[in-house]
């Protein structure tokens, strides 16, 4: 009777792993599913100011001195074309060997998908400086893996107020989004 019993569960173990073994050949693959709207992202940046243009003339970074932005954002994509950001950014001035934070921006905007991994930010900007104004922002998706993207992105902050010209600088970002 043992045998018996034995023989029963080495059979019934084989044609499990038959059986294991046909699904899996045959068995395709679904595509994953569609993102499901509202959906969320987070992601992480550095940010380059390249030169601002004023009044007062074209003041480049990297020369006197060195200007670094570190935006931290969470994009809420309401659907696939159109959703809603906020970031916040921490700027570093580092100058005669010293560096500190001199300024902190608070930026929320409206984002557009363009299509083909571009996407158009529309920003309103208040500074921790007294600026505010507007900056809009072009983002390129270069890199996708299953659980982050990396990308780029040029931003162009039009700035008003405290006591100073009106100022537009070029920028250049890069970042990752989880």
């Known amino acids: 009777m043992k045998q018996v019993l034995e023989f029963i569960r080495c059979y019934a173990f084989i044609c499990l792993l038959l059986v294991m073994a046909f699904l899996s050949q045959h068995v395709r693959a679904q595509a994953p599913a569609p993102p499901v709207y509202p959906r969320m992202a987070a992601y992480l940046g550095?940010?380059?100011?390249?030169v601002t243009a004023s009044q007062t003339g074209w003041e480049p970074n990297f020369s006197d001195y060195y200007v670094v932005g570190f935006p931290i954002g969470i994009n809420l994509w309401k659907t696939p074309k159109?959703?809603?950001?906020?970031?916040?950014?921490?700027?570093?001035?580092?100058?005669?060997?010293?560096?500190r934070v001199t300024n902190v921006l608070f930026h929320p905007g409206v984002l557009v998908n363009l299509g083909n991994d571009f996407t158009?930010?529309?920003?309103?900007?208040?500074?921790?400086?007294?600026?505010?104004?507007?900056?809009?922002?072009?983002?390129?998706?270069?890199?996708?893996?299953?659980?982050?993207?990396?990308?780029?992105?040029?931003?162009?902050?039009?700035?008003?107020?405290?006591?100073?010209?009106?100022?537009?600088?070029?920028?250049?970002?890069?970042?990752?989004?989880?």
């Open 46 to 50: 550095v940010l380059h100011p390249i």
């Open 82 to 99: 159109l959703g809603f950001s906020v970031e916040i950014v921490p700027i570093i001035r580092a100058e005669n060997q010293t560096s």
């Open 120 to 178: 158009l930010a529309g920003r309103l900007a208040f500074e921790t400086s007294g600026r505010y104004g507007l900056t809009p922002v072009l983002n390129k998706i270069v890199k996708r893996t299953p659980t982050n993207s990396y990308f780029i992105a040029v931003p162009l902050p039009v700035r008003f107020g405290n006591d100073r010209p009106t100022s537009v600088t070029a920028g250049f970002q890069f970042g990752i989004v989880f």
